[in-house]
């Protein structure tokens, strides 16, 4: 299956701060999300995005499919930022999951 | 809209007894939904692969006599794990998607946590 991996795997930031996480692929994809996991373990989407850029307020994410990385941009963070942010991907019908990146935001 | 719920939210239960878990969509139509489990600062790992109207498939290493899954409508698929024990205790979430291909969004349940004793 495709191996995904995604670094830091923790990241302690102060409130206002701007962090960038990323998700490396080890073959090309049909699909890329990623998600917010929040402390009650909900999984909220935040993109879908297999190439391209794109924008929602504070977060901005980067597919580079022929290199096989995407990042993530938090701008400006908050305390509510805070959780476990998964990258996953498709070649087919299933999703891979990273094993996450830890984000603790600090009032 | 593409809202997943679950239910229950959390379920205790004695090792030896069957629990049911339901994993509905509630504003589309999910011709795919996917059963997952978490184990405690882990990631999500895929169980099994349900389509409405056909058998699951599951994953290499899942008991598929274990876990029973049944996608009897377009709305609606459940995971039964049966015969419990304090290994199966984990986080249970599903997901649903609408056209059931690599390239459609998933939309997560919350998920369900199951503690066997």
């Known amino acids: 299956g495709i191996q995904v991996e995604q670094s830091p795997p923790d990241l302690i930031l102060q409130e206002g701060a701007n962090s960038t996480l990323r998700c490396n692929f080890s073959?090309?994809?049909?699909?890329l999300q990623w998600f917010h996991q929040n402390p009650w373990g909900q999984l909220i989407n935040l993109f879908y995005i297999p190439s391209g850029t794109k924008q929602n307020g504070r977060l901005s994410a980067t597919t580079v499919a022929t290199e096989r990385y995407s990042l993530l941009y938090i701008s400006s963070s908050q305390t509510t930022d805070s959780g476990v942010y998964f990258c996953?991907?498709?070649?087919?019908?299933?999703?891979?999951f990273g094993a996450g990146t830890t984000v603790t935001v600090r009032a | 809209g593409a809202v997943v719920s679950q239910h229950p939210s959390r379920v205790i239960c004695k090792s030896g007894t069957s629990v049911k878990i339901e994993c509905r969509s509630l504003?589309?139509?999910?011709?795919?939904m996917f059963w997952y489990r978490q184990f405690p600062k882990q990631s999500l790992m895929l169980m099994a692969t349900?389509?409405?109207?056909?058998?699951?498939?599951?994953e290499q290493g899942v008991e598929k006599d274990k876990f029973l899954i049944n996608h009897a409508s377009l709305t609606l698929s459940t995971l039964t794990v049966t015969s419990a024990h304090p290994e199966d205790s984990s986080f249970y979430i599903c997901?649903?998607?609408?056209?059931?291909?690599?390239?459609?969004?998933?939309?997560f349940g919350p998920g369900t946590r199951l503690l066997v004793l």
């Open positions: 349900s389509n409405e109207g056909s058998k699951a498939t599951y």
């Open positions: 073959d090309s994809v049909n699909n």
């Open positions: 504003d589309f139509q999910a011709t795919t």
């Open positions: 997901s649903a998607s609408r056209a059931g291909g690599a390239w459609e969004t998933q939309y």
């Open positions: 996953a991907v498709g070649g087919d019908y299933k999703l891979s």
